[in-house]
């Protein structure tokens, strides 16, 4: 459509050209011979060849351009189209002139146009007439003055002025075109408004003697339009959406220059993105309903509310976020690391419709208050990145630095230089913030309570990229212990942790790490409970009515080497065992518990479906390993403060009596209105890192779990077995400064 407009566009004021060109009237955009005498030099005979061959060369060009010219879009196509009918005149109108104009007007506009249609005849016309002239000398070195076959002159500057606006013109009606689709504004009646006053205004400044009262024509003509058409589409607007107006001008220029490598204060630019820093679309896998979601939240009211609102909760990128809907306001709750912070308040007034649009989007009933609904929708977001870790290096180095010189001593000089030189470069190479932008699926939740509504917004979190049990916060000792247990070929490797730890994680990353081509993978799943699969291990699903015998008959009919099953029960557990009776299986399973040794409990007091308790010996002889971890949030590398340990403590920790023990914690509580740790959010802590407890079964533990199954006995024989506790690896990591004290115990109290 739009490309179509413009052709149109060039078609009418081609043939208008052409046209004038026969008549002997001086439009205002041709001066007249006399007027131009001073300017025309007329070039001296022996050059005109010389010139007439460079002139036929650019024609050539043109008509290059002009062939590759259609399939591309218009910003490319109008330069070389444009200034066709000036050049072809010029110089070789018997073979040219009649190419490039006619196409674009014969096969786009057929009779569409009664205004258009009529010029056209002429066209022929004014092609023979010209056929008769020779080419008339040209020097493209002064190109203002061009000589017309009636006598009068083109006006390259007057033509230039022309285009330049006409090219304006085009940009703008299709920006404004676009703009209007999107906003549902009405298109086509502004669209028709734009281009029939322009075409009109146009067509009259042709026709008008006086040059310059035709482009003033002309702009005014391009301008009411645009200008009545901003003004209105800006009326209903949400300030992050207007156009032109102080912020977006500033918004738009700074962004331009900083591309140029202008440095510019980014709060110029701030102020605009800020408004809209999420953009929201529905989430669904049917294409359909995904479109019909999206217009209808979009033309809620509420739908810009949602977005300011999803763009303020997710500043610090929490985990999750609840809000309650009561009768003074909106409370709301982070989670962050796996612990609920309070947040800003949020008011009902602008609340209440912001979540209407965003029960729309996610296809639930907007009206229903009550009973308890939940969908999904997707939000890409807008984030200021800073680059923290350069930032901390320098500030370390920096510190480092501070403290040489308090010293001042020669004996550290060439370090102290080396420091300065090292400070100097990093400030140097330390790039300026810039905005990043990332994906989310946002699960909304929302039921009714006692006081009003409460909703919960989760928000996917990005994929992590861990490769090795070193990764998941695993000691690099204990996971080149772990990693191996894969070759082994017969026994149970077990995987546990509370809900939430990241126990599913590590178990990827663990069989992520194996080798599947030499020896065959197999994982079961229940289809109501599907778990990741990993790739190149082939999965067998059952549903809850298959007989737990013959899935499993069915199951290690694969010969798989390594069978992976989840969520052991004792039903699938005595299959196993029995099946290791006969073969070498090595089988991966999970089991939900605090720490190694409950895991171990809990296998042994597994019953299958008809009430028979797995075997005491059989879990004591196959089990080989238990791994269980607890996710402990990480001190906020920006912020933490050291602190000496009290000397009770230390020892307490297993540190040698007599030497002084650093340990980190958060920094205290900021007063009211003091800057925050801007990395943490003046939480302290950011990022999680595992705890983790691997508990090789030894003979010790073996007996135990023959005789006297009991979690304190099976504790103190998995540390007689040189096992070491959860909470003895806690404390590697706090006397590491990798977290504290307070959090590990908060981590360890924890039920
Ligand atoms: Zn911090």
């Known amino acids: 459509m739009k490309r179509f407009l413009i052709q149109l566009i060039f078609a009418v004021a081609v043939a208008l050209f052409l046209s004038f060109q026969t008549s002997t009237s001086t439009a205002g955009i041709f001066d007249e011979l006399n007027n131009n005498d001073a300017h025309t030099e007329a070039p001296a005979e022996g050059e005109q060849t010389a010139d007439n061959a460079d002139a036929h060369d650019a024609v050539d060009d043109h008509a290059a351009a002009e062939a590759e010219t259609p399939a591309d879009d218009h910003a490319a196509t109008e330069q070389p189209a444009a200034e066709e009918p000036a050049a072809n005149e010029e110089t070789q109108p018997t073979e040219n002139g009649e190419n490039p104009e006619t196409p674009a007007a014969d096969s786009e506009n057929p009779g569409e146009n009664a205004e258009n249609a009529e010029p056209n005849p002429d066209n022929p016309d004014s092609e023979e007439a010209s056929d008769a002239p020779a080419p008339e000398p040209v020097d493209p070195g002064a190109p203002s003055p061009v000589k017309l076959k009636n006598g009068g002159y083109f006006s390259i500057a007057k033509i230039l002025a022309l285009l330049f606006i006409y090219l304006l ?10 703009d209007a689709v999107h906003f549902k504004k009405d298109w086509k009646k502004w669209n028709a408004i734009a281009v029939g006053a322009f075409v009109a205004s146009f067509a009259i400044a042709l026709l008008l003697p006086w040059f310059w009262a035709g482009i003033t024509l002309v702009i005014l003509a391009y301008l009411v339009p645009f200008i009545l058409y901003v003004r209105y589409r800006n009326e209903d607007m949400n300030p ?12 738009f220029f700074a962004e331009k220059i900083s591309k140029i490598g202008v440095k510019v204060d980014p709060k110029a630019k701030d102020k605009f993105t800020t408004g809209c820093a999420a953009n929201l679309t529905s989430y669904t896998k049917i294409e359909r309903q995904r479109e019909m979601r999206r217009i209808q939240a979009h033309a809620h009211e509420g ?39 309070p947040g800003e308040p949020l008011e009902r007034e602008t609340s209440d419709p912001a979540l209407e649009a965003l029960k729309i989007l996610c296809g639930m009933n907007p009206q229903d208050r009550r009973s308890k609904q939940s969908g999904e929708c997707e939000v890409e977001y807008t984030y200021q990145y800073d680059f923290p870790d350069e930032r901390l290096a320098i500030r370390q180095m920096q510190e480092r630095y501070d403290k040489l010189m308090e010293e001042d001593n020669d004996e550290n000089y060439v370090e102290r230089r080396k420091l300065k030189e090292d400070l100097r470069r990093a400030k140097e190479d330390l790039p300026q913030p810039e905005q990043r932008t990332r994906k989310a699926i946002i699960t909304v939740t929302s039921q009714g309570t006692q006081t009003g509504e409460r909703v919960m917004l989760q928000y996917s979190a990005p994929k992590m990229n861990f490769h090795v049990l070193e990764d998941t916060g695993m000691r690099d000792k204990l996971a080149e212990k772990v990693q191996p247990m894969f070759d082994l070929p017969k026994g149970i490797m077990i995987f546990s942790a509370p809900v939430g730890n990241g126990m599913k994680t590590t178990l990827n990353v663990a069989l992520n790490k194996t080798d599947r081509f030499q020896r065959e993978y197999a994982q079961l799943d229940k289809e109501s409970n599907p778990h990741e699969v990993v790739e190149n291990i082939p999965v067998t699903t059952y549903s809850d009515a298959d007989s737990i015998k013959d899935v499993m008959k069915r199951f290690f009919l694969k010969e798989p080497a390594v069978s992976v099953i989840q969520d052991m029960d004792g039903s699938i557990l005595n299959e196993c065992f029995k099946e290791m009776a006969m073969d070498d299986r090595l089988i991966v399973t999970t089991i939900r518990a605090k720490d190694a040794s409950e895991a171990l409990l809990r296998m042994l007091v597994m019953k299958d479906a008809e009430g028979n308790p797995v075997s005491r010996e059989k879990v004591a002889d196959n089990v080989k390993v238990v791994v269980c971890q607890r996710l402990v949030r990480k001190l906020c590398n920006h912020c933490k403060q050291p602190v000496k340990a009290p000397p009770a403590l230390a020892q307490a920790l297993g540190f040698p009596a007599g030497r002084e023990v650093i340990l980190y914690q958060p920094p205290a509580k900021p007063a009211e209105g003091e800057e925050v740790c801007s990395e943490c959010h003046g939480i302290g802590y950011k990022g999680r890192t595992a705890i983790t407890e691997v508990l090789f079964v030894g003979p010790t533990v073996q007996e135990v779990l023959k005789k006297a199954p009991k979690l304190e006995l099976l504790q103190k024989a998995a540390v ?32």
């Open 303 to 341: 739908f810009m509310d949602a977005r300011k609102m999803i763009a303020e909760l997710m500043t610090n990128q929490p985990e999750a976020t609840m809000l309650d809907f009561a009768a003074n306001g909106v409370n709301v709750r982070h989670l962050l690391d796996g612990v609920w912070h």
């Open 240 to 251: 992050a959406e207007m156009v032109f107006t102080r912020d977006h001008l500033r918004h």
């Open 169 to 178: 013109w085009v940009k703008s009606t299709d920006w404004l075109s676009a």
């Open 720 to 751: 007689k077995d040189g096992n070491r506790s959860l909470r003895e690896e806690g404390i590697v990591l706090v006397a590491k400064g990798i977290t504290s004290i307070q959090e590990l115990k908060r981590i360890l109290d924890a039920q």
